[in-house]
């Protein structure tokens, strides 16, 4: 998959745009107004204090075609980006949940398993009726009370393709944007770094008569730096980064502090990601989090302590905050 690098001589389509660009050349999503007013109204319903987080989670997809019969995916199941939901209400945050539709969402992620069917949980109660096996009683019931005590402070907006991501996280966070410190924003969706532009795809079906496909994608706009700098300057950012060599995380993850300006990158391997994760943050060394196998096999989540710790730097941020304009 070849991306495209910004050259004088280079054909128009293959150039990196600017993301405003991004903007005027491809389609917002159905969903768009929707969740402008939902979002609007659950941020006024949360009064002036309570702490805010945009958990983003799950793959984009990009189609190949504009009536869209195939596209490019990555793995992602949601499984961060929903058990951090869950974390975060637990603390007390109000959340909203942008999340790739048909992927995990907090409290029933233990139930969308693919292995796993819903009638696998049930069984016939012998009055005409279903009822829970007694072996999932116990798990069930206690999801199911922490969803219903939790739902008036959880508000999920559902994306697919990346574009629709994209106008979705710049809509919300414009929204967001005003509530300042006492917000933070926790991008851990698998957001695609190549696409097909609108007007170079192909309209209809692509067909296969042809022969081999050869796909062209270029760079998907930075949009992080727009985001910390114009549209959510005071809230507090915590982006991700996913490698599969060990030797480029690093140096990656601190990269990303430095050309965006943001408060913390949460570095993490493909194959360890359940495990071990890094914090990594400017001017201070990376800060390991990990469990043990044991802990894992206990139904003990990674997303606890990352969420736990990065609440706590957070609160840091918005007492900062406020000691700053008490002071001023
Ligand atoms: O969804 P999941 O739990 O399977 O994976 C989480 C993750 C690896 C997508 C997330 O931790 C992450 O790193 N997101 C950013 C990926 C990127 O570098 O774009």
Known sequence: MGAAVETPSMPEECRVIDPDTYFDHNRPPANLQWAHDAVAAFVGRQ??????VLVTSGGTTVPL??????????????????????????????????????????????????SECIF????????????????YTAKMLDGLTKYEKYKPQLLQVAFT?????????????????PTGARTMLYLAAAVSDFFIPSHSMAEHKIQ??????????????????????????????????????????????????????HHVVVANLLNTRKWQVWLVTRGQDPCL???????????????????????????EYTSAG???????
């Not at 009064?47 to 805010?52: A, E, K, L």
């Not at 985001?227 to 950012?237: D, E, R, T, Y």
């Open 47 to 52: 009064g002036s204090s309570r702490p805010i």
């Open 161 to 177: 393709t990346l574009s629709d991501y994209l106008f979705l996280l710049r809509e919300i966070t414009l929204i967001l944007a």
């Open 208 to 261: 296969s008569g042809a022969g081999a496909l050869t796909l062209r994608m270029n760079q998907v706009p930075k949009f992080l730096r727009p985001l910390v700098k114009n549209w959510a300057p005071s809230c507090f950012v915590v982006s991700f980064k996913l490698e599969t060599d060990p030797e480029l995380l690093a140096p990656k993850a601190k990269h990303a502090l430095e050309k965006y300006g």
């Open 289 to 315: 989090l990990q469990i043990s196998q044991e802990q894992l096999l206990q139904g003990h989540d990674i997303e606890q302590d990352i969420v736990a710790e990065l609440a706590r730097r957070h609160r």
């Open 120 to 135: 696998d949980y049930l069984r016939p109660d012998g009055h005409g009726g279903v009822s829970v096996k007694a072996e």
């Open 65 to 114: 075609e504009n009536n869209t019969v195939r596209f490019v995916d990555n793995f992602s199941a949601g499984t961060r980006g929903s058990a951090s939901a869950e974390q975060f209400l637990e603390l007390g945050y109000a959340v909203l949940f942008l999340y790739r539709e048909q992927s995990l969402q907090p409290f029933s992620r233990q139930y969308s398993q693919r």
């Open 322 to 328: 406020a000691l700053a304009n008490a002071s001023a």
